[in-house]
């Protein structure tokens, strides 16, 4: 899988947008984007995922870069409980998913009140 | 919908013990469930990947004889950690596919099973 890069951590008030940013200049065509986060003592949970255009779910919002080196995963109005790791992960399509995920250190959320 | 449960959610024993964690997909089939460990203050790393009916697959230097994997249905697979010693004290965490989907899919994960080797 190619390579992300995530900042280690950011912070951000209670009721703010958060922009979490992921670059990922060596993506191939066929790479789709996703993202997962972990809270505290659980395991991850998906939160989005894109290949072109932008998305949004109930979640979170992924704008995607138009050379897709780079997205940004938004959360709209963030809650003491979005604090987590956040993980930007690249999946190929082939395979129907067949193989598991290769997590980096993601980007450590921390929300203050 | 979509949900994985890991049970135990933590276990507490002595080196030498066999100790079996259980992932079940409660409301789908999944031909393939994956295992992860996670070390304190590190990411997820995946230790197998498990196939219903058929042998797993591990990751380069993961020990298969140590670590066993059955996937005898499409809702349960078991990772037994053979002889536990206290470095293989971590958090273990494991994710499935629903057979039913293809292409680009989420994973689905449990809540992990806390082990610690005394």
């Known amino acids: 899988d190619a390579k992300t890069t995530q900042p280690n951590s950011m912070e951000s008030n209670e009721e703010e947008p958060v922009h979490l940013p992921c670059n990922h200049s060596t993506i191939s065509g066929t790479d789709y984007i996703h993202w997962y986060r972990q809270l505290p003592s659980q395991g991850p949970e998906y939160v989005i995922h894109?290949?072109?255009s932008n998305v949004n779910n109930r979640m979170a919002s992924l704008a995607i870069a138009e050379d897709r080196k780079s997205s940004t995963l938004i959360l709209h109005r963030a809650t003491l409980r979005d604090a987590a790791v956040y993980y930007c992960i690249l999946r190929e399509n082939s395979g129907g998913g067949a193989d598991g995920l290769t997590f980096g250190k993601g980007t450590h959320l921390i929300i203050q009140p | 919908g979509a949900v994985v449960s890991q049970h135990p959610s933590w276990v507490i024993c002595k080196s030498g013990t066999s100790v079996k964690i259980e992932c079940r997909s409660l409301d789908f089939q999944a031909t393939t469930m994956f295992w992860y460990r996670q070390f304190p203050k590190q990411s997820l790393m995946l230790m197998a990947t498990?196939?219903?009916?058929?042998?797993?697959?591990?990751e380069q230097g993961v020990e298969k004889d140590k670590f066993l994997i059955n996937h005898a249905s499409l809702t349960l697979s078991t990772l037994t950690v053979t002889s536990a010693h206290p470095e293989d004290s971590s958090f273990y965490i494991c994710?499935?596919?629903?057979?039913?989907?293809?292409?680009?899919?989420?994973?689905?994960f449990g809540d992990g099973t806390r082990l610690s080797i005394l």
């Open positions: 994710s499935a596919k629903n057979r039913l989907i293809y292409s680009n899919q989420p994973q689905h």
């Open positions: 498990s196939n219903e009916g058929s042998k797993a697959t591990y």
């Open positions: 894109g290949l072109t």
